[in-house]
C-alpha cells in the first residue's frame, strides 16, 4: 500500500467531525478498514490483469437497483439480533 503515485497524507474533511485527520490516520483508526484493504491491495498486485474499468453501463445498473433504498446502517437487520 506504500504507492509513490498516492500522497501520504490526504485530508478526508468532507466528513463531518474530521476536520483534522488525514486519510491515513481515518484508516488507521479503523482495523476493519485497514485488513479490508490491505487484502484488496494484496489481490491487487497479484492479479493486476484482473482490473476492470466500471463503466457508465454499469453505474446506471448500479443506480438502478438502490435508487430510493434507504438503509439505516444502525438498525439491526433481524429483531433477534437485539
Known amino acids: 500500500m506504500n504507492d509513490s503515485r498516492a500522497p501520504a497524507s490526504t ?3 468532507s466528513f463531518p467531525g474530521s476536520d483534522l ?3 491515513s490516520e481515518a484508516i488507521r483508526d479503523s482495523q476493519s478498514v485497514s485488513l479490508i ?3 484488496l491491495a494484496a ?3 497479484a492479479h493486476p490483469e484482473k482490473l476492470r ?3 457508465s453501463e454499469i453505474l446506471s445498473r448500479i443506480d438502478s437497483l438502490i435508487f430510493g433504498v434507504d438503509v439505516d446502517l444502525n438498525a439491526s ?3 433477534e439480533d437485539e
Open 43 to 45: 489481490d491487487i498486485h
Open 77 to 79: 437487520l433481524v429483531a
Open 37 to 39: 484493504l490491505n487484502c
Open 21 to 23: 485527520k488525514t486519510l
Open 11 to 13: 485530508a478526508v474533511s
Open 53 to 55: 474499468a466500471v463503466d
